[in-house]
């Protein structure tokens, strides 16, 4: 079945610093990419949905990036900031009639000021 | 445009009891989706509906959890009689022909 994986346990980071979170997946369909951030007590948003296979996608100085010969997205920021610490979550979704959504664990970043 | 509406937003049972949630999605949103979200863990599908029809409810334990969306809108999950490995957070999801997910705050339950 389809999954999604992420590579990163916690993160802790100084403000200024670079992210990196990397997501694998496997699938037998064509799918869409997505990354959520949830924060302590809330429900997962939505970061953005990641675009086409080498191109990047950007919101709130977050990019994403999708290889799909390696079949693995990863988001990255270069400087992050306190208010960037929650937990991140990629997803993936198949394309198949009626479609399903599939979670990485999370990584959870913790920003130090 | 309101977004993902749930309650209760805690619960706090016994083993035995029972409990229900409910969801009301965003208006339009034809696909509803039911999470399980243990502790430190990303959300786990339960079950979801294409209007008032099932799609996939392979992953909902059927001896004590059922969820129903009887007009295609609002939708209710039970757990019959709680265990402790059932504390978790439940969050509910909707979206529009399966386009994007959008989480409701969810319910934490801790059970005893």
């Known amino acids: 079945g389809d999954s999604v994986t992420q590579t990163e346990g916690p993160v802790t980071l100084s403000e200024g610093t670079s992210l990196t979170v990397n997501c694998s997946y496997e699938?037998?369909?064509?799918?869409?990419l997505f990354w959520y951030v949830q924060y302590p007590g809330e429900g997962p948003q939505l970061l953005f949905k990641?675009?086409?296979?080498?191109e990047k996608g950007s919101n709130r100085g977050f990019e994403a990036t999708y290889n799909k010969e390696a079949t693995s997205f990863h988001l990255q920021k270069a400087s992050v900031q306190e208010s960037d610490s929650a937990v991140y979550y990629c997803?993936?979704?198949?394309?198949?009639?009626?479609?399903?959504?599939?979670f990485g664990k999370g990584t959870s970043l913790t920003v130090i000021p | 445009e309101a977004g993902v509406t749930q309650s209760p937003r805690y619960a706090v049972l016994q083993e035995g009891q029972a409990v229900s949630f409910w969801c009301d999605p965003i208006s339009g949103h034809d696909t509803l989706y039911w999470y399980q979200q243990p502790r430190d863990q990303g959300p786990q599908l339960l079950v979801y509906f294409r209007d008032e029809a099932v799609i996939d409810n392979s992953q909902l334990p059927s001896d004590r959890f059922s969820a129903v969306r009887p007009k295609g809108t609002n939708s209710t999950l039970k757990i019959q009689s709680a265990k402790q490995g059932d504390t978790a957070t439940y969050l509910c999801?909707?979206?529009?022909?399966?386009?994007?997910?959008?989480f409701g705050a969810g319910t934490r339950l801790s059970v005893l």
């Open positions: 699938t037998k369909q064509y799918p869409t």
């Open positions: 990641v675009p086409k296979a080498n």
């Open positions: 999801a909707s979206s529009h022909l399966g386009n994007t997910l959008y």
């Open positions: 997803a993936l979704s198949d394309q198949t009639g009626y479609q399903n959504f599939y």
